[in-house]
């Protein structure tokens, strides 16, 4: 039977959780007739019985732990940019003539997500000419932009 047949209609008013869905939370410590009083559902003894006891995330026991036993391998320069990579054939937008500039293409949504820069690269083809502002420029997409008769400014 389908709950239309039953008469019920189901509104935002009368909705509840199915049967046996919803449990009241575990109260520990609250005495034994609680049945989870005493040592609260910790045990007798040992490190995680105690108040403040536990080990840190990582710990593995006294074994070497995983951060330690893999090597360290090359290093990461802490000036390094980081770029917004974008193809010409995102371009695609945008009108013949038109200025293509960071602000532009957030607007547009070419760009979700900008990083420190944006990177302009040749990979799709463009038949309109554009004048693009970008922080950096492939060869490849600075030729097909400039064949198409647009420019392309490094800022």
């Not at 990083?115 to 922080?135: C, M, S």
């Amino acid at each position: 039977m389908d709950s239309e047949s039953k008469g019920i209609k189901y509104h935002l008013g009368n909705l509840s959780p199915a049967p046996g869905s919803r449990t009241k939370p575990k109260r520990i410590g609250r005495g034994i007739g609680s049945g989870h009083g005493k040592t609260a559902t910790r045990g007798m003894k040992g490190q995680k019985s105690r108040s403040g006891g536990g080990v840190r995330p990582g710990f593995e026991g006294g074994q070497m732990p995983i951060q330690r036993r893999l090597p360290k391998r090359g290093f990461t320069p802490i000036h390094k940019t980081s770029y917004t990579l974008i193809n010409i054939r995102d371009l695609k937008s945008f009108p013949g003539g038109s200025t293509v500039d960071v602000p532009a293409l957030i607007q547009s949504g070419v760009i979700r997500h900008l990083k420190e820069a944006v990177k302009l690269l040749g990979h799709g083809e463009i038949q309109t000419p554009l004048f693009v502002k970008v922080n950096k420029c492939s060869q490849g997409a600075r030729q097909k932009i400039e064949s198409a008769g647009g420019t392309v400014e490094v800022i």
